[in-house]
């Protein structure tokens, strides 16, 4: 598809993950691609709390009895939150926002991060992933997919929880061994566990869906709708269509999954002689001391450069008094070998 899209220049990924883009091969057409990573950490850490308090009373098993019309009204292995030990790996925008839900309800937060952040609230870091799966009472997965992560929550990791301990997974499918998680369920190891992503998922709607985890005791299954709320629906496309527009007007990339993050400050709106230079290259050496050469002539008032993978991108305001100066740069851009887009901003 991208191959035959020979004037796109951006795309706009609706959600968090980009796993239906082939980002590489998007950078290297000059195609930036943008998600919204931010807008629907509220929703996920507000289903998450939901899914804590229904795994502690049982109440998915519960309503399932009585839709099939069986009275049972037990007690025993019901608990409530307060005073609980909620254990969250991965302390981002979703993790903190559960972390401060978790303590406004009376429970402990304990995190583990790859990175060394800042607590929020009364929350305690600690040092390694399987110092949270030995103290939690609920463990919560919110972290990206990358080979890092694949399957980081395995037989072994399972083994480490607390008896009598939940799993609750709203992050990537391939986070956790969901073979695994099931076996531990079905022994009774693990209490509960609340699951809203897959290593496979359908395409679209309807019947069909298969996992180990179906039928699992107390185990809370939910169609990857961590952020399906109208509100971080309406954020998602004002965050995304924000980021793309700026792009497409101003060459901005910030915030880009797949580009370098480049931005320069706005050209006055009274400013008739100025123009944005925007170009996209191959991420080898000489390209930009050729680009400097063509630029030599005139006046660069401020730019720009970086690069990410073997995709470089570079941001020029120049100062051009006669509009031919204008084609002559682009054609001497774009005849650069290395050239991939070069577009010209007003």
Known sequence: VLSHANKLIAIGCFCIG????????????????????????????ELVIAEIILL????????????????????????EIRGKTLGIIGYGHIGTQLGVLAESLGMHVIWYDILPLMPIGMSTAVESLDEVLAEADFVSCHVPETPETKNMIGARELALMKPGSYLINAS??????????????KSGHLAGAAVDVYPKEPLANGPG?????????????TPHI??????????IGIEVATAATKFVNTGASINA?????????????????????????????????QINNILADYNVNKQISDSKGDVAYFMADVTVEDTKDINTIYEHVTAIGENIITRVLF
């Open 257 to 289: 999954v797949n580009f370098a993050e480049c931005d320069l400050r706005a050209i006055p709106s009274t400013d008739r002689t100025t123009v944005r230079i925007v170009n996209v290259h191959q991420n080898v050496p000489g390209v930009l001391r």
């Open 226 to 235: 961590g952020g399906s709320t109208e509100e971080a629906q309406r954020m």
């Open 56 to 79: 502690a009373r049982q109440l998915g098993d519960r309503s399932r009895e009585m839709h099939d019309g069986v009275w049972n009204k037990v007690s025993n292995n019901c608990y």
């Open 209 to 221: 869906f298969e996992s180990p985890l179906r039928n699992c005791p107390n185990t809370l299954l």
């Open 172 to 185: 990537r499918g391939t986070v956790v061994d969901i073979d695994a998680l099931a076996v531990s369920l």
């Open 18 to 45: 980009t796993n239906q883009v082939d980002l590489t091969y998007a950078a290297s057409r000059g195609i930036c691609v943008f998600n919204s990573p931010f807008s629907n950490s509220r929703s996920v850490a």
